[in-house]
């Protein structure tokens, strides 16, 4: 395909990161920061220390700290930044842009209150006839292994597949391979609610525990993930792929994750506002538990762990007490989420 020019719309750790695999590439990748010392740096080092450390960057990645600039003939634009910022951002980016763009997306969380996904959001603050496509792409992937070229793999996720397709197409090479994936629905509950099981795996590595209670907890959160993103529209398979099974596994199990290690301080007695400080990044899944909570009411589902997680972000619960509340609920069969998942899948066929 065409090399091209292309704005990555934060530069963090995982935009940053999808630059370098965009530069690998051969296109000529615009860094768009707030922080004109971090764009100094970048320009003028090639590192990006704070969030890449020992990282050196290509010298087809340039940053701007003018949007405006940074937009300037650019044809596919990477939003990157916290699910927080997405409409502030969005809505300047709207004000720039004079023709449709393809918007490519790869922020995991969902929005408290109005409970709506990153793509609906977007879509609610960029003018249809501005937009030429919105992708998502996503899946089990650390930012600190692949600045490193280190083997990835990830989905690309779209109502228009010529559109994942095409952003399939930028992305993949021998380091960093993609996948297209039709149920956008599901990629997108998928990567924002095992944010939430990683805090809880965390959290019990905190506490000392081992591989048993983990295991359960992924496999458990698997379960509540699956029943949420089915009522709201997703595929059950979709849960079984990458973004799915595949991310979460990647998130409960790495001192990369920052949900993880975020989980694990609590574990160990940190209070949230010390390890949020310390930490000097967005932890997507503490604000992502608020809307699944909401969310689970909204759908009637059941979420035993999002829901105690909760009272231990939000309600100064202990750590230890949320386990024995969860280890003490009433009985129930496992087989009835197995038999609900594969109602589902039947559904799909």
């Known amino acids: 395909m065409s090399l091209e020019n292309i704005t990555v719309l934060g530069a963090g750790s995982w935009g940053t990161a999808l630059g370098i695999v965009l530069a690998d590439n051969g296109h000529n990748v615009r860094l768009w920061s707030y922080n004109e010392e971090q764009v100094n740096e970048i320009n003028n080092l090639k590192t990006n220390e704070n969030y890449l450390p020992g990282i050196q960057l290509q010298e087809n990645i340039r940053a701007y700290v003018?949007?405006?600039?940074?937009?300037?003939?650019?044809?596919?634009i990477v939003i990157a930044v916290p699910t927080k910022a997405i409409r502030e951002v969005v809505q300047k980016v709207s004000k720039i842009i004079k023709t449709p763009k393809t918007l490519v997306h790869v922020c995991k969380g969902i929005e408290p209150d109005t409970l709506k996904r990153v793509s609906e959001i977007i879509?609610?603050?960029?003018?249809?006839?501005?937009?030429?496509?919105?992708?998502?792409?996503?899946?089990?992937?650390?930012?600190?292994?692949?600045?490193?070229?280190?083997?990835?793999?990830?989905?690309?996720?779209?109502?228009?597949?010529?559109?994942?397709e095409y952003v399939q197409d930028l992305f993949m090479n021998n380091n960093f391979r993609v996948?297209?994936?039709?149920?956008?629905?599901?990629?997108?509950?998928?990567?924002?609610?095992k944010n939430i099981i990683a805090l809880a795996a965390g959290i019990s590595d905190g506490?000392?525990?081992?591989?048993?209670?983990?295991?359960?907890?992924?496999?458990?959160?698997?379960?509540?993930?699956?029943?949420?993103?089915?009522?709201?529209?997703?595929?059950?398979?979709?849960?079984?792929?990458?973004t799915g099974i595949g991310d979460l596994i990647v998130t409960c199990t790495s001192v990369h994750?920052?949900?993880?290690?975020?989980?694990?301080?609590?574990?160990?007695?940190?209070?949230?506002?010390?390890?949020?400080?310390?930490?000097?990044?967005?932890?997507?899944g503490v604000r992502t538990t608020k809307a699944a909570v909401q969310l689970a009411e909204k759908y009637n589902v059941t979420?035993?762990?999002?829901?105690?997680?909760?009272?231990?972000?939000?309600?100064?619960?202990?750590?230890?007490?949320?386990?024995d509340e969860l280890m003490s609920r009433?009985?129930?069969h496992e087989m009835e989420d197995i038999t609900n998942m594969l109602g589902e899948v039947y559904k799909q066929l």
Do not use: C
Request: aromatic share 4%.
């Open 123 to 164: 879509r609610e603050e960029m003018p249809d006839d501005l937009m030429k496509d919105l992708v998502v792409l996503s899946g089990p992937s650390h930012a600190e292994e692949v600045s490193r070229r280190q083997p990835t793999t990830v989905a690309v996720s779209s109502e228009n597949i010529a559109a994942a």
């Open 303 to 323: 979420m035993p762990i999002s829901s105690i997680l909760y009272k231990v972000l939000f309600e100064n619960l202990k750590p230890k007490e949320a386990v």
């Open 207 to 242: 506490l000392g525990y081992g591989d048993n209670a983990k295991a359960a907890l992924i496999t458990r959160g698997l379960a509540e993930i699956t029943r949420l993103g089915t009522k709201m529209g997703a595929n059950p398979l979709t849960f079984l792929g990458l």
């Open 257 to 284: 994750s920052r949900n993880w290690r975020t989980g694990n301080a609590l574990g160990k007695g940190q209070s949230l506002e010390e390890i949020l400080a310390e930490m000097g990044q967005v932890v997507e």
């Open 179 to 193: 996948y297209t994936n039709e149920d956008i629905v599901g990629v997108e509950i998928g990567g924002a609610l």
């Open 330 to 332: 009433r009985k129930t």
């Open 66 to 76: 003018d949007l405006q600039t940074a937009l300037k003939d650019v044809e596919t």
